[in-house]
């Protein structure tokens, strides 16, 4: 099991009253909501945080691939279906 450390943070009265109903909600406590909803925050940050680098790494290489065309040899056959031969 991972060992927790205690935080103590301020919330919204409507926090509260959703941390409350946590048994309702399937949770075995409050703390496991809280730990599920940063968890998916981070998730979906780190997510974020990819795509961007992405399309920067991208736009970076654009000027290669329109002045090199045998980086793009290949475009001709976009949406094509491949079938793996053995």
Avoid: P, W
């Avoid at 290489?61 to 079938?83: M, Q, W």
């Amino acid at each position: 099991m991972s060992s927790y450390i205690q935080k103590k943070f301020s919330i919204a009265h409507n926090h509260k009253k959703f941390l409350e109903n946590y048994k309702n909600l399937g949770f075995s406590g409050q703390s496991s909501i809280v730990r599920e909803a940063l968890s998916l925050y981070i998730k979906d940050y780190e997510a974020k945080e990819r795509k961007t680098l992405m399309a920067q790494k991208a736009q970076e290489l654009v000027e290669y691939y329109e002045i090199d065309s045998e980086l793009n040899a290949f475009t001709c056959l976009d949406g094509e279906d491949f079938h793996e031969t053995r």
